[in-house]
């Protein structure tokens, strides 16, 4: 069983920077994705970004040129570092994992808040 433990978030001004990472544990013989979601309060939950083994990168329109994953594939750990941030960006984001066999995983959610 594969864990994310997540780090990073808090409180920033509109307009700051936030890193989150994601770190997995657990028995890990092959990850196939890595990625982050979000779920702000009344709305459902969405994908922010994602980054294949390969380095393929997928992320929502609403963050694009604002945020930028990547992955450490040797220690297992994906980086989302969140720059520009805007109100609209407040949310619980999730870590997902997805194996090579296709087991999907989540962490525990971690509150990034942008304040106006």
């Known amino acids: 069983q594969v864990q994310p433990v997540e780090s990073g978030g808090g409180l920033v001004q509109a307009g700051g920077s936030l890193r989150l990472s994601c770190a997995a544990s657990g028995s890990i013989f092959s990850i196939n994705a890595m990625g982050w979601f979000r779920q702000a309060p009344g709305k459902q939950q969405e994908l922010v970004a994602r980054?294949?083994?390969?380095?393929?990168?997928n992320y929502a329109d609403s963050v694009k040129g604002r945020f930028t994953i990547s992955r450490d594939n040797a220690s297992n750990t994906v980086y989302l570092q969140m720059n520009s941030l805007k109100p609209e960006d407040t949310a619980v984001y999730y870590c997902n994992i997805i194996t090579a066999v296709g087991s999907s995983s989540w962490g525990q959610g971690t509150q990034v808040t942008v304040s106006s």
């Open positions: 980054i294949f083994r390969g380095g393929t990168t």
